[in-house]
């Protein structure tokens, strides 16, 4: 769920502007799931770029106080998110720790890097929700050791539908500060897109798995 629709544009205007997403409906990408698909998204661009990295930080902080207050702690997805993360628990001066995939195979064979005590609350942080399996997977090891996490915030969503039943079975509420829908559309009105074009990009989200670029 978008909170913010003016945050929403302005964050998919400055992803679209520094390549953090790249639309290419006529020569697209291939997921690692083997997904075909017109659009590819890596916002760890972002922190390459103080201005913008700093615009993310600020809105993520704000949403974090304005859904949640304040947690005891913020939590990162590793790897993805450990960086916008740590920007943002610095900006609220509070706890950052990360959270693994899967535990370590070495040393102290931890999945949760930092200090987190059980029954204190946390915001999971995340860069980029598709299906929603990896950062879940975060959540369910964040229960494991009895925190309490009181939502998470991503900076964007391609909004799958798989993504808000996974989300709805594992009881975590999910925020974002942009969307696939605010994206096309800013990329519409600012004529990063053709018509034909966003015609491809509209057909690609109504069933992503089965899409092929004819």
């Known amino acids: ?23 290419k409906p006529e020569n697209p990408f291939t997921w690692a799931s083997g997904w075909k698909s017109p659009i590819y998204c890596d916002n760890r661009i972002l922190l390459s770029y103080p201005i913008i990295r700093n615009y993310i930080r600020d809105e993520m902080a704000k949403q974090v106080e304005q859904l949640y207050g304040k947690p005891d702690c913020i939590v990162g997805v590793a790897t993805g998110a450990i960086g916008i993360g740590a920007l943002v628990a ?60 009181k939502g998470m915030l991503a900076v964007f969503t391609y909004g799958f539908e798989t993504a808000a039943n996974n989300f709805k079975e594992k009881n975590t509420e999910l925020h974002t500060l942009s969307s696939y829908e605010f994206l096309i559309e800013q990329a519409s009105d600012t004529g990063y897109v053709k018509d034909e074009q966003l015609v491809t990009l509209m057909e690609w989200r109504k069933d992503p798995s089965t899409w092929t670029n004819k």
């Open 1 to 23: 769920m978008v909170l913010d629709k003016n945050t929403a544009k302005k964050t998919a205007e400055l992803l679209l502007q520094i390549n953090a997403i790249k639309l």
């Open 90 to 149: 610095d900006k609220l001066n509070l706890p950052f720790v990360y959270v693994r995939p899967e535990p370590k195979s070495h040393g102290r064979q931890n999945q949760i890097e930092g200090h987190l005590e059980a029954h204190q609350t946390v915001v999971v942080i995340e860069d980029l929700i598709s299906t929603g399996k990896s950062s879940l997977n975060a959540v369910d090891a964040l229960r494991a050791v009895d925190a309490k996490v």
